[in-house]
T-cell receptor, first 115, second 115 residues
Framework: AQSVTQLDSQVPVFEEAPVELRCNYS??????LFWYVQYPNQGLQLLLK??????LVKGINGFEAEFNKSQTSFHLRKPSVHISDTAEYFC?????????????FGSGTRLQVQP | NAGVTQTPKFQVLKTGQSMTLQCAQD?????MSWYRQDPGMGLRLIHY???????DQGEVPNGYNVSRSTTEDFPLRLLSAAPSQTSVYFC??????????????FGPGTRLTVL
Protein backbone atom coordinates (compact mmCIF):
# COMPACT_ATOMS: atom_id res chain seq x y z
CA ALA A 1 0.00 0.00 0.00
CA GLN A 2 1.06 3.53 -0.73
CA SER A 3 2.12 5.55 2.31
CA VAL A 4 4.14 8.58 3.22
CA THR A 5 5.83 8.84 6.60
CA GLN A 6 7.03 12.08 8.07
CA LEU A 7 9.14 10.99 10.98
CA ASP A 8 8.89 14.16 13.07
CA SER A 9 5.60 15.79 14.00
CA GLN A 10 7.34 18.89 15.39
CA VAL A 11 10.81 20.33 14.83
CA PRO A 12 11.93 23.25 17.00
CA VAL A 13 14.99 25.11 15.75
CA PHE A 14 16.72 28.42 16.42
CA GLU A 15 16.82 31.15 13.81
CA GLU A 16 19.78 30.87 11.38
CA ALA A 17 20.33 27.19 12.25
CA PRO A 18 20.10 24.47 9.60
CA VAL A 19 17.09 22.17 9.47
CA GLU A 20 16.15 18.83 7.92
CA LEU A 21 12.58 17.55 7.71
CA ARG A 22 12.41 13.85 6.98
CA CYS A 23 10.10 12.05 4.58
CA ASN A 24 9.99 8.38 3.59
CA TYR A 25 7.56 6.81 1.17
CA SER A 26 6.60 3.31 0.19
CA UNK A 27 5.72 2.43 -3.36
CA UNK A 28 6.31 -0.46 -5.68
CA UNK A 29 6.23 1.85 -8.70
CA UNK A 30 7.94 5.11 -9.53
CA UNK A 31 6.23 8.17 -8.11
CA UNK A 32 6.52 11.91 -8.29
CA LEU A 33 7.42 13.62 -5.01
CA PHE A 34 6.39 16.98 -3.61
CA TRP A 35 6.88 19.20 -0.59
CA TYR A 36 4.15 21.70 0.30
CA VAL A 37 4.10 24.40 2.99
CA GLN A 38 1.06 25.62 4.89
CA TYR A 39 1.25 28.91 6.76
CA PRO A 40 -1.30 29.44 9.56
CA ASN A 41 -4.90 29.62 8.34
CA GLN A 42 -3.88 29.36 4.70
CA GLY A 43 -3.97 26.81 1.92
CA LEU A 44 -1.03 24.75 0.73
CA GLN A 45 1.73 26.15 -1.46
CA LEU A 46 4.27 24.14 -3.44
CA LEU A 47 7.86 24.34 -2.18
CA LEU A 48 9.49 21.96 -4.66
CA LYS A 49 8.93 18.79 -6.63
CA UNK A 50 10.83 15.86 -8.09
CA UNK A 51 9.57 14.41 -11.34
CA UNK A 52 12.78 13.06 -12.89
CA UNK A 53 16.40 13.99 -13.56
CA UNK A 54 18.74 15.39 -10.93
CA UNK A 55 18.06 13.96 -7.51
CA LEU A 56 18.83 17.29 -5.80
CA VAL A 57 15.89 19.62 -6.23
CA LYS A 58 15.89 23.30 -5.36
CA GLY A 59 12.71 25.09 -4.41
CA ILE A 60 11.46 28.44 -3.22
CA ASN A 61 12.61 30.30 -0.10
CA GLY A 62 16.01 28.57 -0.07
CA PHE A 63 14.70 25.04 0.49
CA GLU A 64 16.07 21.97 -1.25
CA ALA A 65 15.37 18.24 -1.15
CA GLU A 66 17.21 15.13 -2.21
CA PHE A 67 15.50 12.11 -3.75
CA ASN A 68 17.11 8.85 -2.64
CA LYS A 69 15.58 5.91 -4.46
CA SER A 70 17.42 3.20 -2.51
CA GLN A 71 16.34 4.70 0.81
CA THR A 72 12.90 5.71 -0.55
CA SER A 73 13.39 9.10 1.04
CA PHE A 74 12.85 12.72 0.04
CA HIS A 75 14.18 14.81 2.92
CA LEU A 76 13.76 18.60 2.91
CA ARG A 77 16.64 20.86 4.01
CA LYS A 78 17.43 24.51 4.53
CA PRO A 79 20.91 25.71 5.58
CA SER A 80 19.67 28.71 7.61
CA VAL A 81 16.06 29.20 8.71
CA HIS A 82 14.18 32.42 9.39
CA ILE A 83 11.34 33.17 11.76
CA SER A 84 9.10 33.44 8.68
CA ASP A 85 9.71 29.73 7.90
CA THR A 86 7.53 28.78 10.86
CA ALA A 87 4.78 26.71 9.24
CA GLU A 88 3.60 23.15 8.67
CA TYR A 89 5.35 21.17 5.94
CA PHE A 90 3.82 18.26 4.07
CA CYS A 91 5.52 15.63 1.96
CA UNK A 92 3.35 14.10 -0.77
CA UNK A 93 3.61 11.51 -3.54
CA UNK A 94 1.54 10.98 -6.66
CA UNK A 95 -0.67 8.09 -5.66
CA UNK A 96 -0.51 4.98 -7.90
CA UNK A 97 -3.89 3.93 -6.49
CA UNK A 98 -5.43 6.86 -8.39
CA UNK A 99 -3.35 6.27 -11.48
CA UNK A 100 -1.11 9.03 -10.08
CA UNK A 101 -3.92 11.53 -10.62
CA UNK A 102 -4.00 12.76 -7.03
CA UNK A 103 -1.65 12.93 -4.06
CA UNK A 104 -1.07 10.98 -0.87
CA PHE A 105 0.17 13.20 1.94
CA GLY A 106 2.21 12.59 5.03
CA SER A 107 0.87 13.69 8.40
CA GLY A 108 2.93 16.88 8.39
CA THR A 109 5.84 18.37 10.32
CA ARG A 110 5.40 21.59 12.24
CA LEU A 111 8.57 23.69 12.01
CA GLN A 112 8.90 26.15 14.89
CA VAL A 113 11.68 28.69 14.43
CA GLN A 114 12.68 30.42 17.65
CA PRO A 115 14.64 33.69 17.95
CA ASN B 1 -6.30 34.55 -12.82
CA ALA B 2 -8.20 33.92 -9.60
CA GLY B 3 -6.68 30.42 -9.32
CA VAL B 4 -8.73 28.01 -7.20
CA THR B 5 -11.65 29.54 -5.31
CA GLN B 6 -13.76 27.92 -2.61
CA THR B 7 -16.99 29.00 -0.96
CA PRO B 8 -17.98 29.31 1.79
CA LYS B 9 -14.92 29.94 4.00
CA PHE B 10 -16.74 28.88 7.15
CA GLN B 11 -19.88 26.82 7.72
CA VAL B 12 -21.68 25.41 10.75
CA LEU B 13 -24.20 22.62 10.19
CA LYS B 14 -26.44 20.55 12.38
CA THR B 15 -26.27 16.77 12.22
CA GLY B 16 -28.35 15.51 9.31
CA GLN B 17 -28.28 18.69 7.27
CA SER B 18 -26.99 18.68 3.72
CA MET B 19 -24.88 21.24 1.92
CA THR B 20 -22.59 21.79 -1.05
CA LEU B 21 -19.05 23.12 -0.90
CA GLN B 22 -18.21 25.00 -4.06
CA CYS B 23 -14.89 24.86 -5.91
CA ALA B 24 -13.92 26.58 -9.15
CA GLN B 25 -10.68 27.05 -11.08
CA ASP B 26 -9.88 29.27 -14.04
CA UNK B 27 -6.62 27.65 -15.15
CA UNK B 28 -8.18 25.06 -17.50
CA UNK B 29 -6.76 22.24 -15.39
CA UNK B 30 -7.82 18.69 -16.20
CA UNK B 31 -7.47 17.26 -12.71
CA MET B 32 -9.39 18.38 -9.65
CA SER B 33 -9.47 16.87 -6.16
CA TRP B 34 -11.09 17.28 -2.78
CA TYR B 35 -9.12 16.66 0.42
CA ARG B 36 -9.98 16.92 4.06
CA GLN B 37 -7.44 17.99 6.66
CA ASP B 38 -7.65 16.76 10.23
CA PRO B 39 -5.08 17.36 13.01
CA GLY B 40 -2.20 14.89 12.92
CA MET B 41 -3.48 13.17 9.77
CA GLY B 42 -2.31 15.38 6.96
CA LEU B 43 -4.64 15.67 3.98
CA ARG B 44 -6.75 12.72 2.87
CA LEU B 45 -8.26 12.38 -0.57
CA ILE B 46 -12.07 12.30 -0.73
CA HIS B 47 -12.84 12.32 -4.47
CA TYR B 48 -11.03 13.31 -7.61
CA UNK B 49 -11.78 14.00 -11.27
CA UNK B 50 -9.66 13.74 -14.41
CA UNK B 51 -12.04 15.73 -16.60
CA UNK B 52 -15.63 16.81 -17.13
CA UNK B 53 -17.99 13.90 -16.55
CA UNK B 54 -15.33 11.69 -14.92
CA UNK B 55 -15.00 11.26 -11.16
CA ASP B 56 -13.61 8.60 -8.86
CA GLN B 57 -13.34 7.83 -5.16
CA GLY B 58 -10.35 8.55 -3.01
CA GLU B 59 -9.35 7.28 0.40
CA VAL B 60 -12.33 8.60 2.43
CA PRO B 61 -15.36 8.95 0.10
CA ASN B 62 -18.19 7.83 2.41
CA GLY B 63 -20.79 10.52 3.06
CA TYR B 64 -19.68 12.70 0.14
CA ASN B 65 -20.80 13.02 -3.48
CA VAL B 66 -19.21 14.88 -6.36
CA SER B 67 -19.98 15.66 -9.98
CA ARG B 68 -18.10 17.52 -12.67
CA SER B 69 -20.27 18.95 -15.40
CA THR B 70 -17.70 21.53 -16.53
CA THR B 71 -13.91 21.77 -16.52
CA GLU B 72 -14.06 24.73 -14.14
CA ASP B 73 -16.34 23.49 -11.34
CA PHE B 74 -16.11 20.57 -8.92
CA PRO B 75 -18.66 20.82 -6.08
CA LEU B 76 -18.58 18.52 -3.04
CA ARG B 77 -21.92 17.51 -1.52
CA LEU B 78 -22.46 16.36 2.03
CA LEU B 79 -25.65 14.31 1.95
CA SER B 80 -26.38 14.08 5.69
CA ALA B 81 -23.77 15.81 7.81
CA ALA B 82 -22.23 14.01 10.78
CA PRO B 83 -19.91 15.32 13.52
CA SER B 84 -17.13 13.13 12.05
CA GLN B 85 -17.19 15.38 9.00
CA THR B 86 -16.02 18.36 11.02
CA SER B 87 -12.82 19.27 9.20
CA VAL B 88 -11.10 21.72 6.89
CA TYR B 89 -11.80 20.94 3.24
CA PHE B 90 -9.41 21.82 0.44
CA CYS B 91 -10.05 21.73 -3.26
CA UNK B 92 -7.08 21.44 -5.64
CA UNK B 93 -6.51 21.43 -9.37
CA UNK B 94 -3.57 20.44 -11.55
CA UNK B 95 -2.22 19.78 -15.00
CA UNK B 96 -1.22 16.29 -16.04
CA UNK B 97 2.26 15.37 -17.25
CA UNK B 98 0.65 12.59 -19.22
CA UNK B 99 1.54 9.95 -16.65
CA UNK B 100 0.89 11.76 -13.39
CA UNK B 101 -0.56 14.75 -11.69
CA UNK B 102 1.86 17.63 -11.62
CA UNK B 103 1.79 20.57 -9.21
CA UNK B 104 -1.53 20.84 -7.41
CA UNK B 105 -2.88 24.34 -6.76
CA PHE B 106 -4.95 24.58 -3.61
CA GLY B 107 -7.88 26.77 -2.69
CA PRO B 108 -7.98 28.63 0.63
CA GLY B 109 -10.14 25.97 2.30
CA THR B 110 -13.57 25.68 3.90
CA ARG B 111 -13.73 25.19 7.66
CA LEU B 112 -16.79 23.05 8.43
CA THR B 113 -18.21 22.35 11.87
CA VAL B 114 -21.00 19.82 12.34
CA LEU B 115 -22.83 20.03 15.66
Amino acid sequence: AQSVTQLDSQVPVFEEAPVELRCNYSSSVSVYLFWYVQYPNQGLQLLLKYLSGSTLVKGINGFEAEFNKSQTSFHLRKPSVHISDTAEYFCAVSDPRTGRRALTFGSGTRLQVQP
Amino acid sequence: NAGVTQTPKFQVLKTGQSMTLQCAQDMNHEYMSWYRQDPGMGLRLIHYSVGAGITDQGEVPNGYNVSRSTTEDFPLRLLSAAPSQTSVYFCASSYSTGVSTDTQYFGPGTRLTVL
